[in-house]
């Protein structure tokens, strides 16, 4: 059965950068689109942006300019990359596969999430 | 933008139904997904496309879209159904997803 397995926590000076890995344990994501959600401590979930099944991404405004979403060749690894990083970006960052190709379909797998903690 | 409302809490006893609604701009239009979300744990999919449900969730679990309301109804809730639950849309305008605020869900 695949699994996403993402890696493990982070804490960060502000003004630094994080980058977060996804691994597809038992598949790949190949044939699927991969969003980023995070959820700020006590609050909703909130869309980042991702790539779709041919590696394109699309990038939340919120977030233009800042972060980076990057799969290898092998399709068995995403990754998400936030720069400039502030204390409010302190979350914990899911990746999620898409049920189908698009980024339009909803996320049928989960990775367990990674805590991102910004602090000086 | 596109906006999604959902109550911030529902209560039901053990046995009872439970309906979770997430109100937008001619929300029957589109197709609505549910998350649901325990605590410390990552969002699970339990309806998707308004009404199908993945391999695994109960039966209990069922989704409606109509008008601007969709609505998750949990039938026959049980203590393990307490979580928080989020509905989810796709903004083709924007292209870009769109959550609601989430719904708490308590089990008296």
């Known amino acids: 059965q695949v699994q996403l397995v993402q890696s493990g926590a982070e804490v960060k000076k502000p003004g630094s950068s994080v980058k977060v890995s996804c691994k597809a344990s038992?598949?790949?994501?190949?044939?699927?689109?991969v969003s980023w959600v995070r959820q700020a401590p006590g609050q909703g979930l909130e869309w980042m942006g991702g790539?779709?099944?041919?590696?394109?991404?699309k990038i939340a405004q919120k977030f233009q300019g800042r972060v980076t979403f990057t799969a290898d060749e092998s399709t068995t690894a995403a990754s998400m990359e936030l720069s400039r990083l502030r204390s409010d970006d302190t979350a914990v960052y899911f990746c999620?596969?898409?049920?189908?190709?698009?980024?339009?379909?909803?996320?049928?797998?989960w990775g367990q999430g990674t805590l991102v903690i910004v602090s000086s | 933008s596109y906006v999604l409302t959902q109550p911030p809490s529902v209560s039901v006893a053990p046995g009872k139904t439970a309906r979770i609604t997430c109100g937008g701009n001619n929300i029957g239009s589109k197709s609505v997904h549910w998350y649901q979300q325990r605590p410390g744990q990552a969002p699970v999919l339990v309806i998707y496309y308004d009404r199908d449900r993945p391999s695994g969730i109960p039966e209990r679990f069922s989704g409606s879209n109509s008008g601007n309301t969709a609505t998750l109804t949990i039938s026959g809730v049980e203590a393990g159904d307490e979580a928080d639950y989020y509905c989810h849309v796709w903004d083709s305008s924007g292209d870009h997803w769109v959550l609601g605020g989430g719904t708490k869900l308590t089990v008296l």
């Open positions: 038992g598949g790949t994501f190949s044939s699927y689109a």
């Open positions: 999620a596969r898409s049920h189908l190709g698009d980024l339009s379909d909803p996320a049928r797998l």
């Open positions: 790539t779709t099944r041919s590696g394109t991404p």
